[in-house]
């Protein structure tokens, strides 16, 4: 549940500090050229050389850096008039569409996020666990006794199947997946810098992005209206989104329906196939933790692969091994707000135009919250440590009332996707050492990641042989 609105602190701020100033920088640049070759490492001297909040120039900026649970508190709180998302993420506007999420006034965009919910609840769990563990059974159906896959392209392929059951519902997967994944990588790609700047230049990544966001309206419109002939009622998102009402009791129109699918796929795609890869990685190489977790695994699946949600939700130490893939590895490395207006923040002066940021990446590496924060280390969800408990310590997922909507259902789906994997077969790093791509937006491991599988028993049965 959202936090109830803090006051704005629209004040006389000019008697106020501003934030403490990283040294270096160019003259009128700043920081831009290391952000643009090393933003984590950037983001991470701000922490180190300014403390808990601290301040660098960025495209002719001020961005203002918030590390430290009670600093993303301060941030998470502001109301979106004073700290917007949607003035920081302009950018996304015409992927999802105007008026829609970023692109809608914020208390439009509150209801519209708020129509999510009943997508969500633990009804719709039970579904979409069943989907995904389907969808991971047929997708490994032809894999045989061994062999290998390279994990980024496998988990893409295999997250892009169930977020498309899930979210788009039955007709997208089964007779317009080909033609989504061609709109949706467009789309894609319609995400690059140049948005900053402006997200409508006249540059074919933009007009291709245009084109495939106005045939994904279309595709969706047809959706809509075959299934109120048919009479058919999904259990997705979609259905969801049909069903829902603003307030004053109008419906979504295909438009908004069309770009509040997209901005779920978006959100919970790329984000979820990037964890699933790392929490795989991150257990292969730390065969204690591997071990346990597929102990669990086997001793509830082994003989049965009934993977019913209540079941799922009970995997603890699946559960604490995709957090700490998450803690180590946030996708969503750096979260953005835009200042509309001047205020106070922790007693420092942020004015109107500065960009104000909190990084996951920098947070989960912070020594006075995490133990040996570097370490992949499961246990410490578990009792008498829960160190992810303090608030807005643990921020993969951010906080306030922009946190994750979807960050059960995410969790649910890589443990999904663990259980069945690991209940059948054995894996093994096949590659090199795996490192983080830092190139987009969304950050996962760097391709190729090679990954031997072996069908669980072949390798008893081979030596005994
Ligand atoms: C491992 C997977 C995921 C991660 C790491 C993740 C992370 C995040 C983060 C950090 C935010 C906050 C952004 C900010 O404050 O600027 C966010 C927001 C959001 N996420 Fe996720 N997410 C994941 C999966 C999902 C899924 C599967 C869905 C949908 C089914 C989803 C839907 C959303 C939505 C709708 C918001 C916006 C909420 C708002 O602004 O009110 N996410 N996510």
Same mark, same amino acid.
């Given at each position: 549940?959202?936090p109830?609105q803090t006051?704005?602190?629209?004040?006389?701020?000019?008697?106020?500090?501003?934030p403490?100033?990283?040294k270096?920088?160019?003259?009128l640049?700043g920081h831009t050229m290391a952000f643009?070759?090393d933003t984590?490492?950037?983001?991470?001297?701000?922490?180190?050389e300014?403390?808990?909040?601290g301040?660098?120039?960025?495209?002719?900026?001020?961005?203002?850096?918030?590390?430290?649970p009670?600093a993303?508190?301060?941030?998470?709180r502001q109301?979106?008039e004073?700290l917007?998302?949607?003035?920081?993420?302009?950018?996304m506007?015409?992927?999802?569409?105007?008026?829609?999420?970023y692109?809608?006034?914020p208390?439009?965009?509150?209801?519209?996020m708020?129509?999510?919910?009943?997508?969500?609840?633990?009804?719709?769990m039970?579904?979409?666990?069943?989907?995904?563990a389907r969808e991971?059974?047929?997708?490994?159906?032809?894999?045989?006794d061994?062999?290998?896959i390279e994990?980024g392209?496998?988990?893409?392929?295999?997250?892009n199947y169930t977020?498309?059951?899930?979210?788009?519902?039955r007709?997208?997967?089964?007779?317009?997946?080909?033609?989504?994944?061609?709109?949706?990588?467009d789309?894609?790609?319609g995400?690059?810098?140049w948005?900053?700047?402006?997200p409508?230049? #006249?540059?074919?990544?933009f007009?291709? $992005?245009?084109?495939?966001? %106005?045939r994904?309206? /279309?595709?969706?419109?047809?959706?809509? !209206?075959?299934?109120?002939r048919?009479g058919y009622?999904?259990e997705d998102?979609?259905?969801?989104?049909m069903?829902?009402e603003?307030?004053?009791?109008s419906?979504?129109?295909?438009?908004?329906?069309?770009?509040m699918?997209v901005?779920?796929?978006?959100?919970?795609?790329?984000t979820?196939s990037v964890t699933t890869?790392?929490?795989?990685?991150?257990?292969l190489?730390? #065969?204690r933790?591997?071990?346990?977790v $597929?102990?669990?695994?086997r %001793?509830?699946y082994? /003989?049965?692969?009934d993977?019913?949600f !209540?079941s799922?939700?009970?995997?603890e130490k699946?559960e604490?091994?995709?957090?700490?893939?998450l803690?180590?590895h946030p996708?969503?490395?750096i979260?953005?707000?835009a200042?509309?207006?001047?205020?106070e923040?922790l007693g420092?002066q942020?004015k109107?135009?500065?960009w104000?940021a909190?990084s996951?990446m920098v947070?989960?590496?912070?020594?006075?919250?995490?133990?040996?924060?570097?370490?992949?280390?499961?246990?410490r969800?578990?009792?008498?440590r829960?160190e /992810?408990?303090?608030p807005?310590?643990?921020?993969a997922?951010?906080g306030?009332?922009h946190k994750?909507?979807?960050?059960a259902?995410?969790?649910?789906q890589i443990k999904?996707?663990m259980?069945?994997?690991l209940?059948r077969?054995?894996?093994e790093?096949?590659?090199?050492?795996?490192?983080?791509?830092f190139q987009?937006?969304?950050l996962?491991?760097?391709?190729p990641?090679?990954?031997r599988y072996?069908?669980?028993?072949a390798?008893?049965?081979?030596?005994s042989?």
């Amino acid at each position: 549940m959202a936090p109830a609105q803090t006051t704005a602190t629209p004040l006389a701020t000019r008697s106020l500090e501003r934030p403490p100033k990283l040294k270096g920088g160019l003259p009128l640049i700043g920081h831009t050229m290391a952000f643009v070759k090393d933003t984590i490492g950037l983001l991470q001297k701000t922490y180190d050389e300014c403390g808990r909040v601290g301040r660098f120039k960025l495209f002719g900026k001020d961005m203002i850096l918030f590390t430290g649970p009670e600093a993303h508190e301060a941030l998470f709180r502001q109301p979106d008039e004073v700290l917007s998302p949607n003035a920081a993420y302009k950018m996304m506007v015409p992927v999802f569409g105007e008026g829609v999420a970023y692109g809608a006034e914020p208390a439009k965009m509150a209801e519209q996020m708020h129509m999510l919910y009943p997508a969500l609840r633990n009804n719709r769990m039970r579904t979409y666990t069943e989907i995904v563990a389907r969808e991971t059974q047929e997708t490994i159906a032809d894999w045989g006794d061994e062999g290998e896959i390279e994990a980024g392209e496998f988990f893409g392929m295999l997250t892009n199947y169930t977020s498309s059951s899930c979210l788009l519902g039955r007709e997208f997967r089964n007779e317009m997946n080909e033609e989504f994944s061609k709109v949706y990588y467009d789309l894609e790609r319609g995400i690059v810098a140049w948005g900053y700047i402006h997200p409508y230049l #006249p540059i074919p990544a933009f007009r291709r $992005r245009d084109r495939a966001r %106005a045939r994904l309206g /279309d595709m969706v419109a047809e959706i809509v !209206e075959k299934r109120k002939r048919s009479g058919y009622h999904g259990e997705d998102f979609l259905q969801t989104l049909m069903d829902a009402e603003y307030s004053d009791g109008s419906k979504l129109s295909d438009h908004e329906i069309s770009g509040m699918l997209v901005a779920a796929m978006f959100a919970g795609h790329h984000t979820s196939s990037v964890t699933t890869a790392w929490t795989l990685i991150e257990l292969l190489q730390h #065969p204690r933790f591997l071990g346990e977790v $597929r102990n669990e695994i086997r %001793a509830r699946y082994a /003989d049965a692969e009934d993977y019913s949600f !209540e079941s799922l939700r009970d995997l603890e130490k699946t559960e604490g091994a995709v957090k700490e893939a998450l803690r180590i590895h946030p996708p969503l490395f750096i979260l953005l707000r835009a200042a509309l207006e001047d205020c106070e923040i922790l007693g420092y002066q942020v004015k109107k135009g500065d960009w104000v940021a909190v990084s996951p990446m920098v947070a989960h590496r912070d020594p006075d919250v995490f133990e040996n924060p570097l370490e992949f280390d499961p246990d410490r969800y578990g009792p008498r440590r829960e160190e /992810d408990k303090r608030p807005f310590a643990y921020i993969a997922f951010g906080g306030g009332r922009h946190k994750c909507m979807g960050n059960a259902f995410a969790i649910l789906q890589i443990k999904t996707i663990m259980a069945v994997l690991l209940n059948r077969y054995d894996f093994e790093l096949a590659g090199d050492p795996v490192e983080t791509d830092f190139q987009g937006l969304v950050l996962g491991p760097k391709p190729p990641i090679r990954i031997r599988y072996r069908r669980r028993g072949a390798t008893d049965a081979r030596l005994s042989a």
